[in-house]
């Protein structure tokens, strides 16, 4: 199915989302938590398939933008909403080629407060890598907050595939 590592990696935690929003209670989703100021599972969610979204989805000749997007949404909200994202985000890793994701792009990154961008040549695999690596660290952010919901938790959820490897080692 998947032509490319990368993919492999982006779907498998894509899937690690989905099952985690699939045990999260549909009244917890949206629900602010204590432990993280407020944030919720839906926030969260959204924020990594937005990147996901962006990596996929934007053209060669434009750049990929993770700053500027748009925020709320069903995706926030509605858990389906969110499933139903993911099943196209992974049909659209299932359609890519090592050359895709070879392609040359421009990534525009936010690096002060005020505003000021900065144009960095990239490549759409190296995109498609940087929302995996970003989504684990958010995922260990959902975690925080399905702890306190009492969300049964996926086994190496929120984990780094370097922490995975180096447990599996000692």
């Known amino acids: 199915m998947f ?4 993919a492999r990696a982006a779907d498998a935690i ?6 985690f ?3 999260t209670p549909a009244d917890c989703y949206a ?19 937005d990147h996901f979204c962006s990596a996929l989805n934007t053209k060669a000749c434009d750049p990929i933008d993770y700053d500027t997007r748009e925020r709320g949404g069903d995706v926030e909200t509605d858990p389906d909403a969110a499933c139903a994202q993911i099943a196209s985000l992974r049909a659209a890793l299932g ?5 895709c994701l070879e392609e040359g792009m421009t990534a525009r990154v936010m690096l002060t407060g005020d505003g000021t961008c900065a144009d960095l ?5 190296r995109e498609l890598f940087f929302s995996t690596h970003h989504a684990i660290h958010h995922h260990a952010i959902m975690m925080t ?3 306190e919901f009492g969300v049964a938790i996926p086994e190496g959820f929120g984990m780094a595939p370097s922490t995975l490897n180096f447990e599996a080692a000692r």
Do not use: F, M, W, Y
């Open 3 to 6: 032509s490319c590592k990368v």
């Open 31 to 49: 629900r602010p938590c204590d432990t993280v100021g407020g944030g919720t599972v839906g926030k969260h969610a959204r924020h990594v398939l």
């Open 21 to 23: 929003i699939r045990a």
């Open 121 to 125: 040549k990239s490549t759409r695999g």
């Open 14 to 19: 894509l899937d690690q989302c989905e099952r």
């Open 95 to 99: 359609e890519l080629t090592d050359g």
């Open 145 to 147: 907050i399905g702890n």
